[in-house]
Structures are given as structure tokens and as C-alpha cells.
């Protein structure tokens, strides 16, 4: 699976901002995705996943309530709607598929797109 993340940028605290996560590759509709974020500095970390049918979500409790993702199967494409951000979201972030199931560990995700830049300022 080939993955290009676009969308990021920056924006004020309290802001949103849409990520999208383009999938090509035979298997790119079939595949759990997920997102995760890498700050300066700081290990990568989980931030949601979702399932090939899009039923199934997971959220790190740090973007709970704020962070929304979901999938368009008929465009291959994976979107991580981002509300309410806050200066702590700052980080390049990465969108990942595995045909593992659901999980928020990185080393179950086989293939990554390039990071997009999102940067949150007060």
C-alpha cells in the first residue's frame, strides 16, 4: 500500500484542520488505518485507527472527543478531522495501514506515508 498524507498546516489554538491520508496499492481498501503524530523530540505516538468497513474506531485518550476519523472507500482516502486543537497537537503526522486489525502500536502498521505538518500557536 502507497499512502500520501495531505491537509496539515497551521492554526490557532482552537482551531481545525482536516487531514486526508490517500491510499493506492490492492489492498488499501481492506487495510486497517491509522494515524500517529511524532513531536520534536518526542516518540511516536498512536493517534486513531480505523477498521476496512469503517465501523470500528479507536482514539488515544489525548484527542478523545476532539479528533474524528473515517474513511471513503470509493476514493481509497482516510481523513482525521481535527477540532478544538491545542498547542500540545503540534507534530508531524503520519497515516499508516496494517492488515493486522485494529491497534494503537506502530510496530503492527507495515506501511507509512510521509509526514504532514500540523502546527497549533497561541
Known amino acids: 500500500v502507497q499512502l500520501q498524507a495531505s491537509g496539515g498546516g497551521e492554526v490557532q489554538v482552537g482551531g481545525s484542520l482536516q487531514l486526508s491520508c490517500a491510499g493506492s496499492?490492492?489492498?488499501?481498501?481492506?487495510?486497517?488505518m491509522g494515524w500517529f503524530r511524532q513531536a520534536p523530540g518526542k516518540e511516536r505516538e498512536f493517534v486513531a485507527c480505523i477498521s476496512p468497513s469503517g465501523r470500528s474506531t479507536v482514539y488515544a485518550d489525548s484527542v478523545k472527543g476532539r479528533f474524528t476519523i473515517s474513511r471513503d472507500g470509493a476514493k481509497n482516502t482516510v481523513y482525521l478531522q481535527m477540532n478544538s486543537l491545542k498547542p500540545e497537537d503540534t507534530a508531524a503526522y503520519y497515516c499508516?495501514?496494517?492488515?493486522?486489525?485494529?491497534?494503537?502500536?506502530?510496530?503492527?502498521?507495515?506501511?507509512w506515508g510521509r509526514g504532514t505538518q500540523v502546527t497549533v500557536s497561541s
Open positions: 496499492g490492492r489492498t488499501s481498501n481492506t487495510a486497517t
Open positions: 499508516a495501514a496494517t492488515d493486522r486489525g485494529l491497534s494503537p502500536k506502530s510496530e503492527w502498521y507495515d506501511s
